[in-house]
């Protein structure tokens, strides 16, 4: 059974930072895609940020410059660095991972960004 744990939430003030990780394990397959997506209260989950195997990124407009997305294959564990965090970047953030031809997630971590 795939499972994606995530840590490293929490509450931070604005201007802080905060890096989260995500490790998968229960699978010996490949992982291909592995990505952040984030929900805030009242809001539709958006994509924050994918990487590929090879380490191709993808970012939203909104966190270009402030967040990095990184992985280590070795460990099947995706990270995110987030710094000149906002208001804004409140959300549950939830882990994704493609495997053997299924999409996976995590439960999420709660990340606040508050004075």
């Known amino acids: 059974q795939v499972q994606l744990v995530e840590s490293g939430g929490g509450l931070v003030q604005p201007g802080g930072s905060l890096r989260l990780s995500c490790a998968a394990s229960g699978s010996s397959a490949t992982i291909y895609s592995m990505g952040w997506y984030r929900q805030a209260p009242g809001k539709q989950r958006e994509l924050v940020a994918t990487?590929?195997?090879?380490?191709?990124?993808n970012y939203v407009l909104s966190v270009k410059g402030r967040f990095t997305i990184s992985r280590d294959n070795a460990k099947n564990t995706v990270y995110l660095q987030m710094n000149s965090l906002k208001p804004e970047d409140t959300a549950v953030y939830s882990c994704?991972?493609?495997?053997?031809?299924?999409?996976?997630w995590g439960q999420g971590t709660q990340v606040t960004v508050s004075s």
């Open positions: 994704n991972a493609f495997i053997a031809g299924h999409y996976y």
């Open positions: 990487i590929t195997r090879g380490g191709t990124t």
